[in-house]
């Protein structure tokens, strides 16, 4: 077995894409610590020196993940300032389009079990991630009556629930379901529907 994890210095981060790649290949349940280590190129025994178990790996690249998508929904939320619609549109597609880029890290990041408070370090990366879809959520909630605002809180969560069930469904190739429309139509005409609602979109918009 080629050893290069030794040998480029960055054993952590080799047993973090080789955890990824699996989680891709099988889900996050269908491998075990030494197959990461063999996609890796590094001795079982090496995983030991970083991580004390496959859900403490997972739990790391599910932490690299929300640090990559707490950039990208900054970049997305700024390209949309300083229209408070326009920002909070770009959240949702943003959302979907790391879904797509990086299955591996949104699998571990929402599908694997791996709680947001399972550490410090990754409570702090969730929440910093998911505050730029509620800060969006909330400057747009401004232009509702105060009577009929609904929580940022609540708000944000509808669009992400929304955004996260077109992943699931239409976005990374779920067996059996097909839709003949884009997952980014229908994401926009979903969060569409939902501002038409609240008051923020005219009718024929």
């Known amino acids: ?28 349940t269908g491998f075990t610590l030494s197959e ?15 991580f004390e178990g496959r859900e403490d790996l997972i ?16 970049v997305a939320y700024g390209s ?9 549109e770009a959240t949702g597609r943003a959302y979907l389009t790391f879904a797509r880029d990086h299955p591996g890290h949104y699998i571990a990041m929402f599908e694997s079990g791996i709680s947001m408070n399972r550490s410090p370090e990754l409570n702090a990366v969730a929440t910093r991630a998911m505050g730029v879809l509620e800060k969006a ?18 708000f944000s969560a509808h669009i992400w629930a929304l955004s996260h069930g077109v992943v699931e469904l239409f976005a990374r190739g779920s067996p059996g379901t097909k839709s003949p429309f884009a997952p980014e139509d229908l994401l926009e005409s ?10 923020l979109l005219d009718a024929d918009n």
């Open 190 to 199: 979903g969060i569409g529907i939902y501002l038409r609602g609240l008051g």
């Open 59 to 74: 739990a790391a690249a599910a932490h690299q993940g929300y640090e990559m998508f707490g950039d990208a929904m900054d």
């Open 137 to 154: 959520a909330e400057e747009l909630s401004q232009h509702i009556p105060a009577d009929r605002r609904p929580p940022p809180q609540m």
């Open 80 to 88: 949309g300032q300083p229209s408070a619609l326009a920002a909070f």
């Open 36 to 50: 990461a280590a063999r996609e890796a190129g590094v001795t079982p025994a090496a995983v030991y020196r970083h």
């Open 1 to 28: 077995m080629s050893k290069r994890g030794y040998h480029h210095g960055n054993l952590r981060q080799a047993l973090i894409s080789g955890c990824l790649t699996l989680i891709e290949k099988r889900g996050p």
